[in-house]
Nanobody, 117 residues
Framework: QVQLRESGPGLVKPSQTLSLTCTVS??????????WRWIRQPPGKGLEWIGH???????YYSPSLERRTSISRDTSKNQIILQLSSMTPEDTAVYYC?????????WGQGTQVIVSS
């Protein structure tokens, strides 16, 4: 069973860049047909798709976040990395990574990120 684990700072200051890592085990991030998604949930709100990276390395971003978002990968470590720049308090949320394989989602446990000075 694939496992995903998000890691990164729990607290960032406004204007800083957030960097989160999703470490994947029991599957490869280059497995054909797999899509690696970043999703967040602000407090009291619904889920918001941030973007994803396909198994071939191509990326797709939410139009509302595209200017501030970068998703990359480290195939040697089997990791997907999210960077979100110019953080504001409105970016406070639980951040999840998930694998989408044939529309079946496997989720990480999520990591809380608070934006505050």
């Amino acid at each position: 069973q694939v496992q995903l684990r998000e890691s990164g700072p729990g607290l960032v200051k406004p204007s800083q860049t957030l960097s989160l890592t999703c470490t994947v085990s029991s599957a490869s991030i280059t497995d054909t047909g797999s899509y690696w998604r970043w999703i967040r949930q602000p407090p009291g709100k619904g889920l918001e798709w941030i973007g994803h990276m396909s198994y071939d390395g191509s990326t797709y971003y939410s139009p509302s976040l595209e200017r501030r978002t970068s998703i990359s990968r480290d195939t040697s470590k089997n990791q997907i990395i999210l960077q979100l720049s110019s953080m504001t308090p409105e970016d406070t949320a639980v951040y999840y990574c998930a694998r989408d394989l044939s529309w079946n989602l496997n989720w990480g446990q999520g990591t809380q990120v608070i934006v505050s000075s």
